[in-house]
């Protein structure tokens, strides 16, 4: 019975898009929490936690500090 409620509540792909956006999105490199604000690509506001933690526009997936601190100087 568990199963049946299971399947009807993710079968629904509207419904299941609604309730896995209340998980915050992480970053794949560093794993910490990212917001949704959204910053100018040219600016880097690295002393600004809301801009570290921002998702970077140029690698999706993976928070602003990590794509300029990790990726851009290996």
């Known amino acids: 019975m568990v199963n049946e ?12 898009k609604h309730i896995l ?8 490199q560093c794993h910490s929490k990212m917001n949704n604000n959204k910053f100018k690509e040219n600016c880097n506001y690295y002393w600004k936690r809301e801009w570290t933690q921002a998702e970077c526009k140029k690698m999706p997936n993976y928070c602003n500090w990590c794509y300029y601190y990790v990726f851009e100087y290996e």
């Open 5 to 16: 409620a299971a399947n009807s509540v993710f079968g629904c792909n509207d419904l299941r």
């Open 21 to 28: 956006s209340f998980i915050p999105k992480r970053c794949k």
